[in-house]
């Protein structure tokens, strides 16, 4: 075994760049792999830490007029109503507001000095605590009184310290003084409810009121099996329910608590999701990088055997048994397969500190995943195997007289297999990066397509806390001549997939489901939006008995309104009409919506409290961002305002789809280059076993741009062959995938001519590197050597 190994260290110090892309390739492979398996195991493991997390569901049901129609909002009878209807139902409980809702306010006092702090909050009837699994470390009783506040252990932490926080008092925003009952251990971040503020909820809150959905339901079964009968059993019953007409309600619908993540976006769900089809593209990609790393790995071996066969055969001849040496080989090639594996280790940990990590939402400690770096382990040793077996038996099946003639590495059928082998991976690669494009594309569309108003220079605020004070508020900002004007709205436009809804009708039309948002008669003006029918907001509606709205041109055309000005029965007044703006996400198509002033009859406990403020282009963004946080350190130092330009906005909003896409685009490209790797390998085998033809080529007259052009001839055939395969199957996998989106980037034709100039470019450079540096042998030696 010696002379083998001595032989193969002479060949790696000769093919040094060629040895250390292949090892590093392969550390690369297996390092995205392990990371891809940790994101993989984070969404495909979300909610299952809860105790039977398969008995537990979410209730949803058809509601006509929602689009879509499934919602998972009930109103608090409905919920009692099903909890009771089914001996099945071991648990049931209601919950208003849930992870993915926004963060709420509170503080607490220590020495007279008020400490703040934003955390999100839920309230939650006395049974979330038997359908959910709570891992209490400080206080033990299970049951939440009005008046008392769970909190997570990192909040009891960063508020009380070391201190115990049982018995302490918060001061909430909208609750008012709460005693802090119990601190739960943190929950993982794969979970739907999350670590939260659990608030108990008034025990009489809602109970006979069937107008108010704004819960969600959760109930805890007794075995999965029952769920078809306890839908069956709610809707015979609710059917004959008095109240039944009134709602309509079509179906039920309970959803495990595990396949949650995986709904498609339904109104007012505001839990993470994640489609399967975006993780089956990310697992396929870890399964082609292992399979092009394997792949690489054994070309690259195959590529040593001119530099081995003879001190190969030299040992047969000597007496060593065949076998003897074919292990040896696989021996060698399995090794260097797991010190790949470690290295690879290694290189997920440094991954771990830089930028890329956010794009992971698991944990990448390895330590924390014996099963996935068992698993790449096994996997390093298969790929070492694989790699190994064909090259050891391929390098032992030559007779000596064949080797001394040197056509050993030119027989079609080794020609053609490492043709197959190379041809996979260029597809694998013109898809990949295909992919990876109109990725790209889509998140540059989704944030830099027009959205109907002027989003540039604008600066968002929640000014809720100061709302009493907002005309001081407004001429303290207004006294910095960069800032050209403020306004308001109730929610952020653009900040998610959908707003709060309610029917409007008129003449034939009864009950059309539209969206509104509550602002401030200035909120038009101020965002450039344009008014094309009708009149602009003025002062005085906002002192108007009824509501005052401006709807959008699809709301209009679905109820028919030609005239300006419209009264409906309720004394609620259309003044005008807009363009179809994106005021939500661009996964939803533009749904009927409304601009409303709100009525003086109408609840006044949420005026609009984000704030709008419309920055001079020509003024510093530093000096202006500077001068409005002085202005609401003015009102209140210790408040922690959001303080945000409205781009982070759009940013937060396409955050899930920015990350995976990045991802995606990170791991493709990584396949990319371990592809190309393959290729270096590839053509060093080529070159050395045609190094004698080289030689006579150039005895005979052939210069070395011609010897050049001719292998780079036979590549560029391969690569057209597998950019005809590739091009179709990368086409439907991005048309599956833009279906997630309303509104879609063009199928650009230029994408996939850049794919096939991109991957020719860089095939072309590494043929033409390595047979360079053979064409400028000396030709006689090449010829003697060989």
């Known amino acids: 075994m010696n002379p083998i190994l001595r032989n193969l260290i002479s060949v790696v110090r000769r093919f040094r760049l060629a040895m250390t892309l292949n090892i590093l390739g392969l550390s690369v492979a297996f390092a995205a792999f392990m990371i891809i398996m940790i994101q993989l195991d984070y969404d495909y493991s979300f909610d299952k830490f809860h105790k039977d997390s398969n008995k537990i569901f979410r209730v949803e049901v058809d509601v006509p007029g929602f689009a ?32 993915g809702s926004s963060e709420t306010n509170f503080h607490v006092e220590t020495d007279d000095v008020r400490n703040y702090f934003k955390e999100r909050s839920i309230s939650v009837s006395p049974d979330f605590f038997n359908v959910f699994t709570f891992d209490f470390v400080e206080g033990s009783d299970m049951y939440i009184a009005p008046g008392s506040v769970f909190i997570p252990q990192s909040l009891a932490r960063k508020v009380f310290g070391s201190e115990s926080a049982v018995g302490k008092q918060i001061i909430h925003s909208e609750w008012g003084n709460q005693t802090v009952l119990a601190v739960y251990r943190d929950f993982p971040s794969n979970s739907i409810i999350g670590n939260c503020m659990y608030f108990a909820m008034q025990p009489e809150e809602s109970r006979g ?58 109104q007012y769900d505001f839990v993470p999701k994640v489609s399967r089809q975006t ?52 021996f060698e090639l399995v090794v260097i397969s797991l010190l790949s594996c470690l290295v690879a280790i290694v290189l997920v940990m440094l991954f771990q500190a830089t930028p890329l990590a956010k794009l992971i939402d698991g944990d990448l400690s390895p330590a924390e995943h014996p099963v996935i770096v068992g698993g790449t382990a096994l996997a390093a040793l298969l790929v070492g195997l694989f790699a190994g077996i064909y090259p050891a038996r391929y390098m032992t099946s030559f007779a000596p007289a064949l080797v001394l003639k040197g056509n050993f590495g030119l027989s079609p059928k080794g020609r053609n297999l ?30 830099n397509s027009p959205l109907g108003y002027d989003k540039e220079g604008l600066i968002t605020v929640d000014i809720g806390k100061i709302q009493s004070s907002r005309d001081a508020f407004i001429n303290n900002l207004k006294a910095y001549s960069g800032i050209e004007d403020v306004t308001y709205s109730e929610t952020l436009l653009s900040g998610s997939d959908k707003f709060p809804s309610g029917n409007l009708g008129y003449k034939d039309v ?83 919506m409304a601009f409303y002033i709100r009525g003086t009859d109408y609840r006044r406990d949420n005026l609009p409290c984000i704030a709008y403020i419309k920055l001079n282009p020509a003024i510093s963004m530093r000096a202006a961002m500077s001068h409005i946080h002085t202005t609401l350190a003015g009102f ?77 001839k036979a590549y560029f055939k391969i690569l ?19 279906e997630n989106f309303a509104y879609k980037t063009p199928m650009y034709w230029w994408v996939y001519l850049l794919a096939l100039a991109a991957v020719g470019a860089i095939t072309v450079s590494t043929v033409t590197f390595q047979n360079w540096r053979v064409a400028n042998d000396d030709p006689v030696k090449s010829i003697k050597n060989d």
């Not at 879509?68 to 209807?85: K, W, Y």
């Not at 108007?544 to 679905?558: D, S």
């Not at 057209?720 to 833009?738: E, G, H, K, M, N």
């Open 68 to 99: 879509p129609t499934r919602v998972p909002m009930f109103c608090r009878p409905i919920a009692d109503f099903l909890f009771e209807s089914s001996p099945h139902i071991v648990a049931g409980t209601i919950s208003q507001g849930m992870m």
């Open 279 to 330: 993780l089956f593209i990310l697992f396929a990609i870890a399964i082609v990088i292992i399979v092009i790393a394997a792949i690489n790995f054994t070309n690259f071996s195959t590529a040593l055997t001119p530099m081995r066969i003879k001190n190969i055969n030299t040992q047969r001849v000597l007496g060593v048994r065949r076998q003897t040496i074919r292990r040896a080989i696989v």
């Open 636 to 712: 209140d130092a210790n408040y922690p305002f959001e303080v945000r330009f409205f781009d982070e906005v759009l940013q937060r909003l396409y955050e899930k789809e920015t990350s995976l896409s990045s991802l995606i685009s990170l791991f493709s490209f990584l396949a990319i280059f371990i592809s190309i790797v393959g290729v270096f390998g590839l053509v060093v085998f080529d070159s050395e076993c045609r190094r004698k033809e080289i030689g006579i080529r150039k005895i005979l007259g052939a210069s070395t741009m011609g010897i050049i052009i001719m292998f780079n």
């Open 418 to 447: 490492r043709n197959t082998l190379i041809g996979i991976q260029y597809v694998a690669s013109f898809a990949l990066m295909i992919g990876a494009s109109f990725m790209f594309l889509q998140n540059h569309f989704m944030q």
């Open 209 to 266: 009121n069937w107008g108010a959905w704004r819960y969600h339901a959760f109930i805890r079964v007794d075995d999965a099996a029952n769920v078809p009968l306890i839908i069956d059993n709610f809707m015979q019953n609710f059917k004959i329910h008095p109240i039944y007409e009134s709602f309509s309600i079509k179906e039920l619908h309970l959803t495990a608590l595990p396949d949650i993540h995986f709904l498609p976006d339904l």
């Open 510 to 592: 009864k009950n059309l489901m539209i969206q509104g948002l509550y602002v401030h008669h200035t909120f038009l003006k101020v965002m450039g939006i344009e008014v094309t029918g009708g009149r602009d907001f003025r002062p005085e509606d906002e002192n108007k008995k009824h509501n005052t709205m401006i709807l959008n041109e699809t709301a209009r055309r679905q109820l028919g309104i030609t005239e300006e000005s419209v009264t409906l029965p309720g004394g609620s007044e259309i003044i005008g009409c807009i363009p179809d703006i994106r005021f939500a996400s661009f996964r939803t198509a533009v749904e009927p």
């Open 720 to 738: 057209l062959i597998c950019f005809v395969v590739a091009a179709p199957l990368a086409w439907y996998a991005v048309t599956r995938w833009l």
